[in-house]
């Protein structure tokens, strides 16, 4: 199977195949220019597995995006 | 403006809950999912979450330091003890099939504190640098070494400001001194009720003279000391579980309104008996219908009824702290405010890792009375104590309200670093978090009356549950 992926997203892909590698560890991931392709799954995974793509996308994008502000809590709840 | 990062998690009615690092949270759609994680929010997307406190315009604004406050507030801070469970006795005169807490026969040998042991407990409690402290005594049967519970409450009268105590026993055999002993004011009685007194005698008493025994006790207990200082936890098999109804009139007719409904646990001689791996699904359906029982109870009641458990989340949902539940904190520091002291002297950081050093499946043991605590080992276990990077917990919208029980996952899996969603801590919790924002959000006027009355407030309100369209 095969996903497209929003030029904007596609940094994140190998985050996000790395986390989907353990939830369907029988399945294997592979990133290629702006797509994922997937192996191993059965064709009636594929909507759960568009979801979770574009979940897994989306999470890492904003794990990204949000260190320094995760950082900025922390540095301004424990400075002293 | 800055927006805290949301993370999110589909509800069972084709939306999304967002939630955020302090708690906050709000449901919302999949095109709302699109613009914020692509960076296309509207003037309307902006808004709702200014106004909902998940953004702010720069550090030190209110914004900001009314989230720093509300994340804090979640957070379990590192205390002084102030709550030990001692063990003066492994001995019992019960012999119940699933033995939650490793015991042996009333009559043994070498299986009860000395003077030497009461006297090194004496100057570890001495040694506490609290103003107040709460001690649980179990077993074994603690009220077998009655003469060391008195010893022990007369020492924490004297030495701390406030004291309370708790026996957990269960009731028995209980002597006109133990009667007395459990009058006094500041003690409390915790006892089992495996459900119903018939599910009660299968499981723990036998026959029906030892259970008429019991009857008359837990009876006595409530008249004698008022329902407020009586607890009863039953132990529940999901394989022949009691139906709701007659758990909660079981309970209801003895005059309790709270029950701690637990399955059998899997640590302690149990795990040598049962199947845990096929009671998992039989669990989760059987918790479900007692909550809708319980809703239905609630909605006629004079009195509402809770499950303890569902009640701690809501409140660790709506009202963040609440983290005086050892298996549910965010860090989970081991060893720090609270202690168990077992027959033999040795200290642990739960009754978890007795059972399991018990057992001798792992030695979780982390000092004793006469040398104290094996800092190097609790620096070990508090090295991951909390769930901020686990790489599935910060992801997992449920992450503010959770916490994290490596005693759990040491017993069930031998290490803490499986991925968490095939833990069963995580498995567990998923589903009782699902649950009590489905009730939340929840249409129901029955499941309201509950939800006001378990979060003790005046009623339900719209409030509680935002929505953003």
């Known amino acids: 199977m095969t996903f497209e992926v929003s030029a904007s997203l596609i940094q994140y892909a190998s985050e996000t195949i790395r986390r989907l590698e353990y939830l369907y560890p029988e399945a294997v991931f592979s990133c290629a220019e702006d797509k994922v392709i997937v192996t191993g799954l059965s064709e009636g995974k594929r909507t759960e597995l568009t979801r979770n793509i574009r979940y897994g996308l989306y999470r890492a994008k904003i794990n990204d995006e949000s260190k320094s502000l995760q950082d900025l809590l922390f540095r301004e709840m424990f400075k002293r | 403006m800055n927006v805290w990062p949301l993370r999110f998690t589909d509800t069972n009615d084709g939306e999304l809950l967002f939630t955020d690092y302090a708690g906050g949270y709000?449901?919302?759609?999949?095109?709302?999912?699109?613009?914020?994680?692509?960076?296309?929010?509207?003037?309307?997307?902006?808004?709702?979450?200014?106004?909902?406190?998940?953004?702010?315009?720069?550090?030190?604004?209110?914004?900001?330091?009314?989230?720093?406050?509300?994340?804090?507030?979640?957070?379990?801070?590192?205390?002084?003890?102030?709550?030990?469970?001692?063990?003066?006795?492994?001995?019992?005169?019960?012999?119940?099939?699933?033995?939650?807490?490793?015991?042996?026969?009333?009559?043994?040998?070498?299986?009860?504190?000395?003077?030497?042991?009461?006297?090194?407990?004496?100057?570890?409690?001495?040694?506490?640098?609290?103003?107040?402290?709460?001690?649980e005594f179990q077993g074994g049967e603690p009220l077998l070494r009655l003469n060391m519970l008195r010893e022990v409450r007369s020492f924490c009268r004297s030495h701390f400001e406030t004291a309370q105590f708790v026996v957990c026993t269960n009731l028995q055999t209980v002597s006109k001194y133990a009667w007395d002993f459990l009058s006094d004011e500041d003690t409390h009685i915790s006892t089992s009720l495996d459900g119903t007194f018939d599910v009660h005698q299968q499981q723990r008493t036998?026959?029906?003279?030892?259970?008429?025994?019991?009857?008359?006790?837990?009876?006595?207990?409530?008249?004698?000391?008022?329902?407020?200082?009586?607890?009863?936890?039953?132990?529940?098999?999901?394989?022949?579980?009691?139906?709701?109804?007659?758990?909660?009139?079981?309970?209801?007719?003895?005059?309790?309104?709270?029950?701690?409904?637990?399955?059998?646990?899997?640590?302690?001689?149990?795990?040598?008996?049962?199947?845990?791996?096929?009671?998992?699904?039989?669990?989760?359906?059987?918790?479900?219908?007692?909550?809708?029982?319980?809703i239905e109870y609630n909605a006629t009641a004079d009195e509402p009824f809770e499950e303890y458990y569902l009640t701690h989340i809501l409140r660790r949902i709506i009202q963040g702290g609440h983290n005086n539940h050892v298996d549910l904190r965010n860090p989970n520091w081991l060893g720090q405010d609270y202690l168990v002291v077992d027959f033999n002297g040795v200290l642990y950081p739960t009754d978890e890792a007795r059972m399991i050093t018990r057992i001798g499946q792992l030695d979780l043991s982390i000092g004793n009375v006469h040398s104290g605590l094996d800092l190097s080992k609790l620096d070990v276990l508090n090295s991951d104590a909390s769930n901020f990077f686990d790489p599935d917990c910060m992801n997992c919208a449920y992450q503010p309200y959770c916490g994290v029980d490596h005693i759990d996952d040491l017993s069930r899996y031998g290490r803490v670093d499986i991925p968490r969603h095939l833990t069963d801590h995580c498995q567990k919790h998923m589903s009782l978090f699902d649950l009590a924002f489905e009730l939340l959000y929840s249409g129901d006027p029955k499941v309201h009356n509950s939800l006001a009355a378990w979060l003790n407030i005046p009623g339900y309100s719209p409030h509680l549950t935002p929505v953003h369209l």
């Open chain 2, 206 to 294: 036998k026959d029906n003279t030892t259970t008429g025994t019991f009857r008359t006790n837990i009876l006595k207990a409530i008249e004698t000391k008022g329902v407020g200082n009586v607890s009863a936890l039953p132990t529940i098999d999901p394989l022949s579980a009691p139906e709701p109804k007659i758990l909660i009139q079981t309970f209801a007719d003895l005059g309790l309104h709270s029950i701690f409904l637990r399955p059998i646990n899997y640590q302690g001689f149990a795990r040598k008996r049962y199947q845990f791996d096929q009671v998992n699904q039989f669990w989760s359906g059987y918790y479900r219908r007692f909550i809708d029982e319980l």
């Open chain 2, 26 to 135: 709000f449901r919302s759609t999949q095109e709302f999912l699109d613009r914020y994680a692509t960076g296309e929010l509207t003037t309307s997307d902006q808004n709702f979450l200014s106004d909902r406190g998940h953004a702010f315009e720069k550090v030190s604004d209110l914004s900001f330091i009314g989230f720093a406050s509300r994340w804090s507030g979640r957070l379990n801070a590192n205390k002084d003890i102030n709550y030990i469970i001692l063990v003066p006795t492994l001995r019992c005169n019960l012999s119940c099939d699933y033995c939650q807490v490793s015991r042996v026969n009333e009559n043994a040998k070498g299986f009860d504190w000395d003077d030497k042991t009461l006297s090194a407990v004496l100057r570890l409690l001495e040694g506490f640098g609290t103003k107040e402290i709460k001690v």
